[in-house]
């Protein structure tokens, strides 16, 4: 039988059973076997309180050996419930187990029967009384230690009413006959409180079974939440979260002195497929740099999708640093390979890889994440289909980035950032027809900081708007103070134009000022900057344009989906990216897509600016291709506003295109 068995066993047991029934069988056989102490204490009191009643008159193996034989038989059954191995129990073994109870149980009546039938003849009256009373009670309340059972519950009461029929029935005694009669009744009512029993225990085992089954499925669907709050539901592979977690679980200092090796991968060239392919090819190309990324790094390394198209991955301590720039490569190489898209058109992307390196302390595991991320930051800014180390040069631009970046916290950007203005010229009589806002930041603690340094950290800090805000007030004071400036220009990040709150505080700003001054204020933005949310994008710019501001597309030829930006959304300036203008003079091709450019400009009636150009030789190529307003250092560097003040009232002007190569004079009083 059963010893006493924990919880857990239990459930095991009752998820074992194939049917309700055995289900309940075996919980009959548990509530049997938790019985037994207290069965065998009782029948072993019973035997030696008989025994010692016929001491003196019946021989001693009645009065002594059937008393001592319940002892030790009870010693035995007791030391093998408390001492019995703890095992699972399956149905057919349970069912074999009962079997053998009942067919125990039925012995053990059948000897207790012949044991008050020996004594019989040894009794007085009043011991033969107390031998009825022995064969009614011991017989009945055996049966309470079996009321799970019914059936071994009839088999115990019918065995008894039986013998005491047999031994004690008699006709001419009536207290014999009535409580014959009575013990039948009784018996008749343990049976039927057995039965009921044993509903209400099949009830609660099939209540058990489903909660047990709910607790599996709560679980089972616990650990699938689990899972996919961790997994990536398109690669298969670990997201961001779990990602952080495994970091955090190989960075151990305390145990070992070599430290992981952190990689984070970028790939370049994705989103024009997303844009011309559709999300499916790009879902194809995720899925496809997943397969190619695992048979590299193989069970070298763990590897997750972070987001977008930026994957991660961790080589464990034992790979050398001469390894990890290996695999590197690798990664770099297989990323080079042509993909087949759904439609079965062939592209390309790369990849570029920035991964971190063990030959500078950290604190954390963060610290390994931070250096991976400023070499890839470094790798795209170099190259793409590049796998750049973090190096002492790195660390000294991250200590550098760090001091920045605790300082801006700490600024007080309205008094700290002043504007410097760099005019957009008509070439043809040299007139200004707007300017360019541009932000300086004059640090107490760092003195004067480029704008591509802090503009860049404020950008990670997500302290951009905060700096277009600053920006837009000033210009529009500028605007107020200087009625003579045509217009004035102002850049928007990309957190800006894709952010509700920004864009509501600058039109409150903006319809703060009287017409006249904020009609003469641009917007510009980036085509990169229109890549994260289009549609947002395109709904805070109509703010602006349903005030009467005019928005231009900077940088214009840089980005995968120019001509769709002219199409979708209004603008009123293209500014030709600097790189054209640099080139323009150098490259046939180049002249050509800007005169395209210019061309399609005009037919869409909108206003064109060439940048970039620095010498009269681009000047002039660039006035061939059409254009007229051009911007930059061939007439002027960004201009504080005292000095431009003085192009305004005409104190100074910029040659005009004639002059400039007549004598090429730059500035004439």
Request: net charge neutral; hydrophobic share 45%; aromatic share 8%.
């Amino acid at each position: 039988m059963l010893k006493r068995t924990n919880i857990n066993t239990y459930r095991k047991m009752l998820q074992n059973a194939r049917t309700p029934e055995e289900a309940v069988m075996m919980e009959q056989l548990r509530a049997i076997s938790q019985n037994i102490p207290a069965l065998y204490m009782m029948l072993t009191v019973a035997a030696i309180a008989l025994g010692s009643t016929f001491v003196e008159t019946a021989p001693p193996f009645l009065t002594y050996g059937v008393p001592v034989m319940f002892v030790i038989l009870t010693v035995i059954r007791l030391a093998f419930w408390k001492f019995g191995n703890s095992r699972l129990m399956y149905p057919d073994e349970a069912r074999t187990k009962l079997m053998q109870v009942e067919v125990l149980t039925a012995g053990l009546f059948l000897i207790l029967g012949i044991w008050v039938w020996s004594l019989l003849p040894y009794a007085t009256s009043q011991e033969r009384l107390y031998l009825s009373f022995f064969t009614a009670f011991t017989g009945a309340s055996s049966t309470i230690c079996a009321i799970s059972r019914p059936r071994l519950v009839g088999v115990c009461l019918f065995m008894t009413l039986s013998v005491f029929c047999l031994l004690f029935y008699d006709w001419n005694e009536r207290f014999y006959f009535y409580a014959t009669m009575q013990l039948s009744v009784t018996y008749l009512v343990f049976f039927m409180a057995s039965r009921t029993y044993k509903l209400r225990l099949a009830q609660s085992v099939v209540l058990l079974n489903r909660l047990n089954a709910e607790n599996r499925r709560s679980t089972e669907l616990a650990d699938t939440n689990q899972s996919m709050a961790l997994t990536d539901m398109l690669t298969g592979l670990p997201n961001r979260r779990q990602f952080f977690q495994d970091v955090d679980a190989a960075y151990d200092p305390s145990r070992d002195k070599a430290l992981p090796v952190v990689g984070l991968i970028d790939l370049d060239g994705f989103k024009p497929i997303n844009d011309v392919f559709g999300h499916t090819a790009g879902d194809a190309v995720l899925v496809e740099t997943a397969r190619r990324l695992k048979r590299v790094l193989g069970d070298k390394a763990s590897v997750a999708r972070l987001g977008g198209d930026e994957f991660a991955y961790i080589l464990p301590r034992t790979v050398t640093q001469k390894e990890a720039k290996r695999i590197a490569q690798q990664i770099v190489n297989a990323m080079n390979e042509p993909v087949r898209l759904p439609s079965k058109d062939t592209s390309r992307v790369s990849a570029s890889v920035g991964y971190s390196s063990r030959e500078f302390p950290v604190k954390s595991a963060r610290d390994l994440m931070e250096q991976a991320d400023f070499a890839l930051f470094r790798a795209k800014e170099h190259k793409v289909g590049q796998a750049i180390e973090f190096s002492a040069h790195h660390a000294e631009s991250l200590m550098r980035e760090a001091v920045v970046h605790q300082a801006l916290k700490k600024a007080d950007l309205d008094k700290e950032l002043r504007l410097v203005f760099q005019p957009i010229v008509n070439s043809t009589d040299g007139q200004i027809t707007r300017c360019e806002a541009l932000a300086r930041w004059d640090s107490p603690e760092l003195g004067s900081v480029p704008p591509m340094e802090f503009v860049g950290i404020a950008e990670k800090m997500g302290m951009t708007q905060q700096l277009t805000r600053v920006v837009v007030r000033q210009a529009l004071e500028y605007l107020r103070d200087c009625p003579e400036l045509p217009s004035l220009s102002v850049n928007l990040s990309a957190q800006d134009i894709i952010s509700r709150e920004t864009s509501d505080a600058l039109v409150a700003m903006i319809l703060a000022e009287p017409e006249h001054v904020r009609h003469r204020l641009v917007l510009e933005v980036t085509e990169s900057s229109l890549l994260n949310d289009m549609e947002e994008a395109r709904y805070n710019l109509m703010k602006f344009r349903f005030m009467g501001l005019k928005i231009a597309l900077d940088d214009f030829g840089t980005g995968y989906s120019s001509l769709r930006y002219l199409q979708d959304l209004e603008f009123d300036i293209v500014k030709i990216d600097r790189s054209f203008g640099a080139a323009i003079n150098t490259a046939a091709r180049g002249l050509g897509l800007v005169a395209t450019i210019q061309h399609l400009c005009r037919s869409l009636s909108i206003e064109c600016i060439i940048e970039g150009i620095e010498t009269r030789e681009q000047l002039e190529t660039a006035r061939s291709a059409g254009c007229r307003l051009v911007q930059g250092y061939l007439y002027s560097a960004p201009l504080s506003a005292g000095d431009l003040h003085a192009y305004l009232i005409g104190e100074k002007r910029f040659p005009t295109y004639r002059q400039l190569l007549e004598d090429g004079t730059r500035d004439v009083a």
